[in-house]
């Protein structure tokens, strides 16, 4: 017993030397070391661009990078990105697109927006005959059904593969945005919007100032139109959404739901039946003598017609390739997504085309041009309808005073009311919507553009619900005072620090493999070591006081669903980003932790070979 434990104190001795050595090779560590080489960082315009690109170049040092920072004009910046390319690392963002996850044209090698210099020789796949990363675009625009499961899997995969493999980029912040309400308002989700939470809604007492238990006030600017179709600011879009309905509806995560729409079935990829929920009433037109009219397939019909063929932005849908009605509440579409090939083709983006809102085609439809299709946008029905915008939705304009304010009032026969037609499982309608039973009966829009005006009348007590994100000194405030509620979202916007990746670049772009890793490119690798080595939180607190959404995939964080939750992840860490560098075959000075590791690793087991051999018997003898 007393020889076993000499042995195994002989080991314990030689791995506590072994260690000991390991540790007096750790590295001092330093905040910066001597460059190895220099990138272009190219930045435009003022506020707080300088303070990135200056944090970045600090960071970057810790791994011998240096950034040569050159300001550039907005449109000497807009050259650059799309034919100059004259920058090896910039910061931008992208802001728009809905709730689509298709990223074509901002990723892919002939994309408008590829301001990477993606090319398929990158991840060249023998078999799919294009670059992987291609490939998943391509067939994410066609997978049926648009929201199925298979689709939102192949979508996780694309963003793990680039995010990997291509490193285009490294996902910075998408910005938080504040609202704030007084706290005797119950049940509202920023998120989820006014109209979504309008059933959930209800007063639990009067707060200072307000008169009315039974309203929502708000403010905004001036609407301008309210057919969708010639839309192109927000303020309009508010109301169009209160009055009218889409045929689907996305909730918050991007989940899909029906609305309008019963069902929407796909006969194959390319055939799409659409089956229209019955007895919807359109709100009453008596000056017109329209009314106990309801939504059947022709208004459906006739709103995508237009969107084709009238609205401003006709070219987002060309996909549709005809329709036909099949009777008084079922509608098909067929689908061709690349018009420019002999069949049709499927097209996966679709689902959100056809979530626009649907317009009353008894009201708009009174005359049509020479083919009898077209209706007559000159007829007075149309310059109606852009001051009116009548719909099936929740609300109608009860009162409008041009310049004061614009009253939404409850439509007491709207199907949303209607317990017949909600209670169906299909809509899941009371957690998503609720009951609507605690009295709010109207929404007021009053017009107060100036930021400053209307934050005073939210203090007021006069305005109930208020944007405050561009103030946040008040937010602060507001955050720390029990009368107020803060709440916050985000919005399809991001920004990011973007990489040239073009192998005429060199350094970014080296596509040789890595001398430590050749299962690597060189450029690869040290886009590897620079998206370690940024401090993201360290950006966020100095620059943004901690306000910003750090994320990690390469689309809107906004979108929900569509976004991996299990992406690889570029965490701050500064051994990682050496380790990357010296696999670049850029040797740190004194950097030798993964040497440590790995002689640690051979000391234990060469400690556990002693103990094996020294504990070994000899074989016993008989007599």
Known sequence: MRGNKRRFSLCINII??????????????????????????LEHGGGVKPDYFNMLNQQLNRIGINLNIRN??????????????????????????GGNPDFTGVYDENGSLNLFGYDTSMDWNDELGTGKNEWYLKEGRTIMPPNSDERIQHY???????????????????PSYFIVSWSQLKGYNYSDGILQSWGKMFWSDKHLGQKNTSEIVITDAEWSELSPLFQND????????????????????????PHLAKSFTHINDTHIRIEIREGIKWADIPDWGF????????????????????????????????MVIVDEYTLDIFIDGNPNTPENEPFAPYLHRISEYILPEH????????????PNTTHASWNEYSQSGYGTGLFEIGNYVQGVETVL????????????????PDLDWERRFGNFSRGLTQLRIRIIPDLQKSLLEFEAGKVDVEGIGWNREKRIEFQEDRNFDVHKKFTYSFSFVAFNIRNERGILGDRDPAPRDPLLTKGLAIRKAICHAINREEINQVI???????????????????????????????KRAKTFMEIAGFDIPGFTTQLSINLYSIAIIFAAVILVLINKKKPRKYN
């Open 16 to 41: 506590i030397i072994i260690s000991t050595t390991l540790v007096l090779v750790e590295p001092i560590k330093t905040n910066s070391i001597s460059p190895f080489f220099t990138l272009e960082a």
């Open 72 to 97: 550039v004009d907005w449109s000497t910046f807009v050259y650059e990105m799309l034919m100059g390319f004259n920058f090896d690392i910039t910061f931008i963002g992208l802001t728009g697109g």
């Open 156 to 174: 996780y995969d694309w963003q793990e593969h680039l995010m990997d493999n291509i490193l285009p980029l490294l996902p910075m912040f998408t």
């Open 234 to 257: 927000s303020s309009s879009n508010l109301v169009s959404s209160a009055t009218l309905d889409p045929l689907i509806w996305f909730d918050t995560d991007q989940t899909v739901w």
């Open 291 to 322: 009314t106990n009219e309801y939504l059947d397939a022709r208004d459906v019909f006739f709103t995508l017609y237009c969107w084709k063929e009238v609205a401003n932005n006709q070219d987002l849908y060309e996909w549709i390739e005809d």
């Open 363 to 374: 009201f708009l439809n009174q005359t049509q041009l020479d083919d009898n299709i077209t």
């Open 409 to 424: 009032t409850i439509r007491p026969d709207c199907w949303w009311l209607d317990p017949d037609k909600t209670n169906n």
């Open 544 to 574: 943004h006081d901690g306000d910003y959404y750090i994320y990690n995939t390469p689309i809107y964080p906004a979108l929900g669903i569509w976004c991996n939750p299990d992406i690889i992840v570029y965490d701050y860490n500064l």
